[in-house]
């Protein structure tokens, strides 16, 4: 099966490390305009931030929409966001200080554009 297009993904190096061995099944961002062209079954190329050398493909298996971070991990549990958070709480709190591509912070953002939540498959 075809997937629509390809587009690529920037994670730190944890992050990266947590999706390519399995223990990260999801990843969740600001449904932003880069975000809203993302349909089911697209490739995503994810690229190490830390050796950008390294990348993998995956393919999106399900997409959800979220008015916060809080309520797109709290359906899934916090582990399968976030294998290195220790709570609800932590986790949110880390999705919230990212810094934004438009300025300011994830949690600014996600108040303007609402929350994606993708699940894939490495291909």
């Known amino acids: 099966m075809s997937s629509t ?3 690529e993904m920037k994670l ?3 992050y990266f490390d947590y999706i ?4 990260k099944l999801y990843e969740t961002r600001v449904y932003d305009k880069k975000r ?9 190329t994810f690229i190490d931030r830390g ?3 390294r990348s993998f493909i995956a393919v999106i298996t399900e997409l959800s929409f979220f008015p916060t971070f809080k309520e797109a991990i709290q359906q899934v549990g916090i ?5 290195n ?19 300011g ?3 600014e953002a996600a108040k303007k554009y609402g929350v994606l939540r993708m699940k894939f498959e490495l291909k």
């Open 105 to 107: 912070t994830y949690k």
């Open 5 to 7: 297009k390809v587009m």
């Open 79 to 83: 582990h399968k966001v976030l294998p």
């Open 12 to 14: 730190d190096t944890l």
């Open 51 to 53: 050796n950008p050398a």
């Open 20 to 23: 390519k061995n399995g223990s």
């Open 36 to 44: 809203r062209e993302i349909r089911l079954l697209d490739e995503v």
């Open 85 to 103: 958070a220790n709570s609800l709480k932590e986790g949110v709190a880390l999705y919230n200080a990212f810094p934004h591509g438009e300025g």
